[in-house]
Nanobody
Framework: QVQLVQSGGGLVQTGGSLRLSCVAS????????MGWYRQGPGDQRDLVAQITRDGRTTYADSAKGRFTISRDNAKNTTYLQMGSLKPEDTAVYYC????????????????WGQGTQVTVSP
C-alpha cells in the first residue's frame, strides 16, 4: 500500500515563508512525477508546481518567482518552499505522486497526500 504523508503548513503573515514536505512510502519500483496542488473553499484543485524524477519543473503563474519545488529521490520526498506569501495563497495544499510499480511505465498510479492547511493572514 502506498501512502503520501505531508508535513508543514500552518498560519503565516503576508510576506512570510513556509515549507511543505511530502514523503511517499510503500512497495513500488519508482516515484515519477511529484507535485503540489491547492484547493481553496469552493474552488477546484489546481496545480501549484510539479517536478519530474530528473528534476524538470513546472509552475503555475501564481507560483513563479515565489515558490520552489524540489525533491530527494533517495528519500522519495518532495518539498515546496513558499515565499512572499499572500492571503490569496490560503488553501489546502495536496501532494501528488505518480508511483510506478514495475519497470513498465504504464504500470503506474496517481496518489494524493492527506492535505495540509496553509493560511496567510493579511
Amino acid at each position: 500500500q502506498v501512502q503520501l504523508v505531508q508535513s508543514g503548513g500552518g498560519l503565516v503573515q503576508t510576506g512570510g515563508s513556509l515549507r511543505l514536505s511530502c514523503v511517499a512510502s510503500g512497495m513500488f519500483f519508482s516515484v515519477n512525477e511529484m507535485g503540489w496542488y491547492r484547493q481553496g473553499p469552493g474552488d477546484q484543485r489546481d496545480l501549484v508546481a510539479q517536478i519530474t524524477r530528473d528534476g524538470r519543473t513546472t509552475y503555475a503563474d501564481s507560483a513563479k518567482g515565489r515558490f520552489t519545488i524540489s525533491r530527494d529521490n533517495a528519500k522519495n520526498t518532495t518539498y515546496l518552499q513558499m515565499g512572499s506569501l499572500k492571503p490569496e495563497d490560503t488553501a489546502v495544499y495536496y501532494c501528488m505522486a505518480i508511483v510506478q510499480f514495475t519497470k513498465f511505465a504504464f504500470d503506474a498510479r496517481q496518489y494524493w497526500g492527506q492535505g495540509t492547511q496553509v493560511t496567510v493572514s493579511p
